[in-house]
């Protein structure tokens, strides 16, 4: 089973709008840490944003913002005022285990392209 | 800081050779560094963890005597592609883990894109 779902393969914006890239998760674990990052065309990953699980209020970081809605397992990221620069790929990832032997899964990722 | 520099950044290789990937942390120690593999338009699937001075934990699938790893330093690991094929092309992603981080612990390299003719 899938425990990174990113259900979106592409998504458009225009310039500056919002958009709100989908990411739901599962695990049992009841510490475990949720990131987004972004890759260009280059394949550098770029970290954008980091929620914890005991986090109680969304994490924003810039013109990022993290819609963590923990009973339903969800961890969305919300791109404000879209820049033509922000098209890229954009991965949602968990990370999980006990405290030294993390690992972190991959979500399969969303096709971001900002139209100006 | 937090800078983690991988080597080459492109290689092109004949079927059946060897090809060494480094990935270093420039300015921190890292005990723990991971391998990623990803194809075109794909995810990033973890091959590896690296533990500096003890055995890689390979993912279930992932060839030990293929893609071998070593941890020889705190901020040194390298992945060996042994006798490579075509379809070990791909794009070869390190990161190295940095305890100290508040919570991004993860720092990736800038990928190895792989061609294997």
């Known amino acids: 089973a899938q425990k990174i779902t990113q259900t979106q393969p592409g998504m458009f914006v225009q310039e500056k709008e919002a958009v709100t890239l989908d990411c739901t998760y599962d695990t049992s674990d009841p510490s475990y840490g949720l990131f987004w990052y972004k890759q260009p065309s280059s394949g550098e990953m770029i970290f954008l944003i980091y929620q914890g699980s005991y986090d109680q209020q969304n994490a924003t970081e810039g013109r990022y913002s993290l819609n963590f809605q923990k009973a339903r397992k969800s961890a969305n990221l919300v791109i404000s005022a879209s820049q033509l620069g922000d098209s890229a790929m954009y991965f949602c990832?968990?990370?999980?285990?006990?405290?030294?032997?993390?690992?972190?899964?991959f979500g399969t990722g969303t096709r971001l392209k900002v139209l100006a | 800081g937090a800078v983690v520099s991988q080597h080459p950044s492109r290689v092109i290789c004949k079927s059946g050779t060897s090809v060494k990937i480094e990935c270093r942390s420039l300015?921190?120690?890292?005990?723990?560094m991971f391998w990623y593999r990803q194809f075109p338009k794909k995810s990033l699937m973890l091959m590896a963890t690296?533990?500096?001075?003890?055995?890689?934990?390979?993912e279930q699938g992932v060839e030990k005597d293929k893609f071998l790893i070593n941890h020889a330093s705190l901020t040194l690991s390298t992945l060996t592609v042994t006798s490579a094929h075509p379809e070990d092309s791909s794009f070869y992603i390190c990161s190295a883990r940095w305890t100290l981080s508040s919570y991004n612990e993860q720092f990736f390299g800038p990928g190895t894109r792989l061609t294997v003719l």
């Open positions: 690296s533990n500096e001075g003890s055995k890689a934990t390979y």
């Open positions: 990832a968990m990370r999980e285990g006990p405290s030294g032997t993390y690992k972190y899964i």
């Open positions: 300015d921190f120690q890292a005990t723990t």
